[in-house]
């Protein structure tokens, strides 16, 4: 057994420890440096992406809708890395362009981007901006862009695609629209806020004030009011009495009557679904129900006067 184990043993004694090629030095050397490289080139990254998007959250805190022009557009938009959602309206606003659509455009885009901002779901995860055409003329020709407004979607990885541009043609820029088509594309939801417009609220009170200003001064001399005859008389000056004949003037009057029962339905109908400010549909609401109550009791008491013995009646003009 032991001399059968000598040469094993000496064989293990004549061994001797492998080292590495010699020439693998040098690749081990340039593997480490393209990895410290690679490391480096990924900080890099990181902190570029940093600068950009605290530079834009710094135009937003400012303005919810911030102006670009060449340069900006091609390192905040076009040059990578992005990790943002970038909506841009490239429109034409300057007086000389005469585009009244781009100035109603432009204020649906900012009640949009207005209502983001100041939304509690705001994050840095997408931004509005815009182009105009005498300030960045070459993004026009680059995106192949001959009409304005244009909205277009920016993702943060890859280029836009067809649906990345907003069909303005067929669905119409409101901020609702808008705000629909932004879901779609990014999945951040907007609610949108308007601001409140008293204009018709005014107009009402002015009208109220100034019919009640009438009626006091002739406060004492209301007869008028109350003097059915006289209704009648204007009611009737122009309607045949009988309902076998009709005046020519009498058909534009039952035609001029029903034009306005239909605006006071449209009215209502637009108070109904349209989404805008709860105080202006609320003026359209009781302006369209004027006109339907108003000019139906009309209608109906020229029916009364030609049918005698019918028995309905709503306002009584007789």
């Known amino acids: 057994m032991g001399a059968r184990g000598a040469p094993s043993r000496r064989r293990q004694a004549g061994r001797r420890p492998r080292y590495l090629p010699a020439g693998s030095f040098p690749f081990l050397l340039l593997l480490l440096l393209l990895c410290i490289q690679l490391g480096g080139g990924q900080k890099k990254k ?5 600068e950009k998007v605290e530079q834009l959250m710094e135009w937003s805190s400012r303005r919810s809708v911030f102006r670009m022009n060449g340069d900006k557009f091609r390192k905040f938009i076009k040059a990578p890395p992005r ?8 429109t ?45 003329t070459d993004i026009f020709q680059q995106l192949n862009i001959n009409s ?26 409101g901020a609702e629209q808008l705000a629909k088509w932004i879901a779609d594309r990014t999945d951040v939801h907007i609610r949108v806020f308007r601001p409140p417009n008293y204009s018709g609220t005014i107009a009402l009170a002015l009208l109220v004030s100034l019919v009640g200003g009438l009626l006091y001064l002739r406060r004492n001399n209301l007869e008028f009011i109350y003097n059915k005859t006289g209704w009648a008389m204007v009611s009737l000056s122009y309607i045949h009495g009988s309902s076998q004949v009709q005046f020519v003037a009498e058909s534009h009057i039952i035609l001029v009557l029903n034009a306005a029962i239909t ?4 009215l209502l109908n637009e108070a109904a679904t349209s989404k805008g400010d709860v105080g202006k549909r609320r003026i359209i609401c009781l302006v369209g129900l004027g006109l339907v109550v108003f000019f139906f009791s009309f209608l109906l008491s020229i029916f009364r006067s030609k049918y005698h013995g019918y028995p309905y009646s709503d306002l009584d003009f007789e």
């Open 46 to 50: 990181e902190n570029l992406l940093a």
């Open 83 to 90: 990790n943002y959602s970038m909506i841009v309206m490239f």
């Open 92 to 136: 034409a606003l300057q007086p000389q362009r005469q585009c009244s659509v781009c100035r109603l455009a432009n204020e649906e885009y900012q009640i949009l981007a207005n209502s983001w901002r100041y939304s509690s779901a705001f994050c840095n995860k997408l931004f509005f901006s815009k182009v105009d055409y005498d300030e960045g």
């Open 148 to 173: 304005a407004p244009t909205f277009m979607h920016f993702p943060p990885k890859g280029r836009p695609k067809r649906a990345d541009t907003f069909d303005l043609q067929r669905i119409g820029f």
């Open 263 to 266: 605006m006071g339905m449209v």
